[in-house]
Each structure stands twice: as C-alpha cells, then as structure tokens.
C-alpha cells in the first residue's frame, strides 16, 4: 500500500524506511532501517548489554518538517542581509530526555520536556534576521512531548531511551550582496524513542 503521507511531504520511501502512523495526535515514523538510522544519528547500537531493535519517531502536534530530502530555498532579506535556507535535514540528539527499564508485561514512557534551540553563525549577526528567514524564534525553547507503550514478554527486561528530535537548517548570509557568514540552527520538533533488547 503506498505511504500517502510520504507521497505529500515528498518522502523519499526507500531512502528513509519509514512506517508511518498516529499516536497522541502527533505524527509518528517507526524507522525500519534501525541500524542505519542509529549510525546517522550517534545512538548507541548496545547498552548495558542490550541490543538496540527500534527507534521511534514521534514529531509534536504534528510538527514535521516538509522537504528533508530535497534542498530547500527560502530566501529573506532586509536592507543590509540576506538569508538563505540552503538545506533542510533532521536529526535525533544526543541529549537523554528519559531512560527507563520496564520488567516483562505493558510499560508506558510519558516524556513532555521543554529543549533549547541550538543555533550556530560564524560571524555576528542579529538573531531577530535569523529568526525571520527561519520561521521560528531561535533563541526560544519548545516543548517536545508524547508517550510510548511497550509490551515487554515474560521474563525480559527492555530499556527505553527518549531523546529529543531536531529540524536542522543550515543558511548561508549576504552583507551588502556579499558573503557574510554561513550557519545552522536545530529546532526542537519531537521526541526520538529506542528500544534496547
């Protein structure tokens, strides 16, 4: 059955082996190229002993970034700057938002945690010009949240790790029609779960 909300965001299928479904009202991907994505992403392949077999994405209020395999262009000027978006991609942080291990039977990860944007220019330049090519406040926090049940058989013990998901764009800037400065700012856009066994 073709993924439709692949087809509408311009989804590269094979690239990204996504399933996509609905939970808590936000967007969720269950990534189907578990090791790939891990090694992409800096998550640890074992921990504790247990080898990671799922990674979750779930994108807050359904704040997922349209265009992450093409590259996008979204131009913004003043008088004196001129910012453009040259490429849209996402990442899962580093950070640990919560880290659980449930015995065997039903377990739920509830996560609702508020994560800073990281922004980053290599010369100096109002955030308020940054914040208007972007689309959103670079300097402000945002709330990531959703939950996760697990259902764990008898006899094992899984950990559950929840990590922040990030849009990432990176831009370049003109001064005075010259080129001025290049950087990138991730945006806190949902929450990144994996499943170690």
């Known amino acids: 059955m073709p993924n439709t909300f692949a087809k509408e965001n311009n989804i590269d299928e094979t690239d990204q082996n996504y399933t996509n479904i609905l939970s808590n009202n936000n967007r969720v991907h269950e990534v189907q190229n578990v090791e790939e994505f891990a090694k992409e992403n800096n998550i640890p392949l074992e921990k504790d002993g247990k080898e ?76 308020k010009i940054i914040s208007g090519s972007l689309g959103y406040d670079v300097t402000k926090s945002y709330t990531v949240s959703d939950s996760k049940t697990i259902n764990v058989p008898k006899g094992k013990t899984w950990n559950l790790v929840a990590r922040p998901m990030f849009e990432t764009k990176e831009f370049t800037v003109k001064r005075n029609n010259k080129s001025y400065a290049t950087g990138d700012s991730s945006k806190p856009i949902g929450v990144c779960f994996s499943i170690y066994k």
């Open 52 to 127: 990671l077999s799922e990674i979750t994405i779930s994108y807050t209020n359904n704040n997922y970034p349209n265009n992450l395999i093409n590259e996008s262009i979204t131009p913004f000027a003043t008088a004196e700057y001129y910012v453009t978006v040259v490429r849209t991609s996402e990442t899962c942080g580093l950070e640990t938002l919560r880290s659980s291990y449930y015995p065997e039977g039903p377990g739920t990860m509830t996560v609702s945690e508020t994560v800073a944007t990281n922004i980053s220019v290599s010369a100096t330049l109002d955030y």
